[in-house]
């Protein structure tokens, strides 16, 4: 005889074989494919900036760092939404430890960046990127974590979480890299305001931001490189063999490139290697030379539908947690794609902040890839009218 704990035990078995064979169905594909578009017209783009110089070099390291990139997305994706939150604080702790060996011996310098550990066989790893990863996580467990029936996080909470994001920033300012503290500080107000913590909080962040920048223009914080780049930005005829050469010749690109662009393989600034870096902070300009204004904004096209699709995830989430993290990701994404195409159209400084999923960068990749494996991993974890 079927009894009525027999129907449940069924019906829960049922229901957790059709999650898993239904994960692929489940997942939010015009993100995937908007990430993986991106990734692999980052591909194309690289080649083109560096295949006289370097062969096809470049582009092998590209793709074999888009798969692993994936195949990290993928497991993150995939790993089991309510245990996530108890890995959080380790997480958290091992991107301070990278952090903190950067500063160490183990720690190089690469393109003028302390912010580097060199690994066997050629491969090198940025912690900064790593970071961003880390914080997106730290922060919104941190926030989400209410006590009895509050509506919004209590003072002590948002002081804890500033002082997690403090360590981290703090070890990034140190290199120092002031793009990717910048990215850690825009996810910080990002995730506090949708947080609901008091404006004052928002307000007084805002302030301190603005300290912040004051201090590092006026003191000896930044490097001196770092500062012939805002020298650079303010004065674009200063320095003209320098930082000034290298974003006037970016601009030129982006110029010749016209509506359509000279055609891939075909731009003189690109394939005459006048713009140094160009497979990295200044890989926007390939784009800008040799697809032109429609090739450019397609590509901005495609990093919108993922910054889209974030949201939707955010609005979505049936908690707190997941809906920190998607905002997290967000501000992450949203801030670093603006500051990139700023630099390259001149309207931003040159702060060294790769593009997402575009430029060249095994660390910058895999943490990209990560930010959309913890996207669909809460996505994952919504009922299915949610979704």
């Known amino acids: 005889m079927t009894t009525v704990t027999d129907l449940l035990d069924r019906r829960a078995r049922s229901r957790r074989l059709s999650q898993r064979g239904g994960v692929i169905g489940r997942l939010d594909w015009p993100l995937f494919v908007a990430a993986l578009v991106l990734s692999l017209l980052g591909a194309v783009l690289v080649w083109s900036a560096t ?3 370097m062969a096809e070099a470049l582009l092998e390291k590209h793709l074999v760092n888009l798969g692993v990139g994936l195949v990290l997305g993928a497991g993150v994706a ?46 090198s790893v940025q912690p900064s990127e790593f970071a961003k990863v880390a914080l997106v996580v730290a922060m919104a467990l941190l926030l989400s974590e209410k006590r009895d029936t509050e509506d919004t996080p209590r003072h002590v909470d948002v002081l804890l979480a500033l002082v997690v994001a403090a360590v981290p920033l703090g ?35 805002l302030l301190v931001g603005a300290v912040g ?23 674009p005829s ?7 050469y290298q974003t006037r010749q970016v601009r030129i690109a982006i110029g010749n490139g016209g509506v359509e662009g000279a055609g891939l393989f075909q731009g003189a600034q690109t394939q005459g290697g006048f713009v140094p870096y160009q497979q990295t902070d200044f890989v926007f300009s390939v784009a800008g030379e040799e697809l032109g204004f429609v090739g450019a904004t397609g590509l901005l096209l495609f990093e919108g539908i993922v910054l889209w699709r974030g949201l939707v995830v955010a609005r979505r989430a049936e908690e707190l947690f997941g809906r920190l993290v998607a905002v997290g990701v967000v ?10 195409v700023g630099m390259n159209l001149g309207i931003m400084p040159v702060t060294g902040l790769p593009l997402p999923f575009v430029s060249y960068g095994g660390s910058s990749m895999f943490a990209s890839w990560l930010a959309v494996g913890l996207l669909q991993n809460v996505r994952l974890g919504m009922s299915d009218r949610a979704r």
Not at 213 to 235: C, E, M, P, W
């Open 78 to 123: 995939l790993f089991d939404y309510r245990r996530l939150r108890a890995y959080v604080p380790v997480l958290y702790l091992l991107s301070v430890a990278g952090l903190i060996a950067v500063l160490s011996p183990l720690g190089s310098t690469i393109n003028g960046s302390h912010s580097w550990i060199v690994l066997p066989a050629g491969f």
């Open 238 to 244: 200063a320095d003209p063999r320098g930082i000034g």
């Open 171 to 205: 070890l990034v300012m140190l290199q120092p890299d002031l793009g990717s503290a910048l990215v850690l500080a825009a996810l910080l107000v990002g995730v506090i305001t949708v947080s609901g913590a008091p404006a004052r909080w928002v307000a007084g962040l």
């Open 331 to 340: 501000c992450w994404f949203t801030f670093q794609v603006f500051e990139n």
């Open 51 to 53: 295949r006289r110089s």
């Open 213 to 235: 920048i004051g201090l590092a223009l006026t003191t000896n914080v930044l490097d001196s490189y770092q500062k012939d780049r805002l020298t650079a930005f303010a004065d």
